[in-house]
């Protein structure tokens, strides 16, 4: 075989390896880079919109329903104005991480990097998020809320995320990564009538801390509980164990300091 096609193959092998090794998530060592997507951490609080990171870096916009599913379709941050304002007068723009890493994982069988690009998801629990624009088109804030939509999929390869009867824990998560202190910032709320513990535990805890450094006022809320009617076995069976048959959630909110929650100003117009 001549020199000069012994040359052109070899260059042709090269650049074959340097195109898979970045499709399998190999990252070039001079580089020192590894694969990233934009999240909810990437927003700005009061910035405007146009401010925020590019709408084509996400994907799923559409009115937002206050860790509800999601409503009305949006084609980015511009169509804040399209979603009805909530209690404290903000627009929630329900938005959904991008998924190319998670597809490309799922097509080359790859079980880890699946779990770490699956959905949208932070600290390994699935959350919706949303973004919470005022009037002018200032983000006021973000809101993060527990998914369990993801426990009904059927994929082939199962991310390993955490399931519904976990997601109170999240609660904890973004308390620790803002230095909550429990006894001071945190509120245990008694059961409502007909609410009770599963098992042995009842979670319903609220927590509240001001950062003035940064601007930002900081929600956290959890609960672990049945609802009334609920119950962990059938009541016509008792032998038989139901599923499902409990509350498990968490959110965080971060509010710009003097932005109002919704149970603020829900309060507020009763008086």
């Known amino acids: 075989m001549k020199p000069d096609r012994l040359k052109l193959q070899a260059m042709m092998a090269q650049r074959a390896t340097a195109v898979l090794c970045a499709f399998l998530f190999c990252s070039a060592p001079a580089a020192g880079e590894?694969?990233?997507?934009?999240?909810?951490w990437d927003l700005k609080i009061d910035r405007p919109f146009d401010a925020q990171p590019a709408s084509d870096a996400f994907r799923g916009f559409a009115c937002g329903s206050n860790g509800g599913p999601p409503h009305q379709r949006l084609r980015?941050?511009?169509?804040?104005?399209?979603?009805?304002?909530?209690?404290?007068?903000?627009?929630?723009?329900y938005f959904e991480y991008d998924d190319e890493y998670e597809y490309i994982a799922r097509a080359k069988d790859l079980p880890l990097e699946v779990s770490r690009w699956a959905g949208t998801s932070e600290?390994?629990?699935?959350?919706?998020?949303?973004?919470?624009?005022?009037d002018a088109g200032t983000l006021k804030g973000v809101r993060i809320v527990t998914d369990s939509r993801p426990d009904h999929r059927n994929d082939i390869i199962e991310a390993d995320l955490k399931k519904r009867p976990q997601a109170y824990l999240f609660g904890a998560i973004m308390a620790a990564r803002y230095d909550f202190n429990v006894g001071r910032d945190c509120t245990?709320?008694?059961?409502?009538?007909?609410?009770?513990?599963?098992g042995s535990l009842l979670v319903k805890q609220s927590c509240e801390l001001t950062d003035p450094t940064?601007?930002?006022?900081?929600?956290?809320?959890?609960?672990?509980?049945?609802?009334?009617?609920?119950?962990?076995?059938?009541?016509q069976l008792p032998s038989q164990l139901t599923e499902g048959q409990f509350e498990s959630s968490a959110r965080l909110e971060i509010l710009a300091t003097g932005t109002r929650t919704n149970s603020q100003a829900a309060s507020?117009?009763?008086r």
Request: with cysteine; aromatic share 8%.
């Open 34 to 40: 590894s694969p990233a997507r934009a999240t909810v």
């Open 76 to 93: 980015g941050w511009r169509d804040f104005r399209r979603c009805r304002t909530e209690p404290n007068g903000l627009h929630e723009v």
């Open 123 to 134: 600290a390994g629990f699935p959350v919706m998020v949303s973004a919470l624009f005022d």
């Open 188 to 198: 245990s709320l008694a059961a409502a009538e007909g609410e009770s513990a599963v």
């Open 214 to 235: 940064r601007g930002i006022k900081i929600l956290v809320q959890a609960n672990y509980f049945r609802k009334p009617g609920q119950s962990g076995v059938n009541p």
């Open 268 to 270: 507020e117009s009763d």
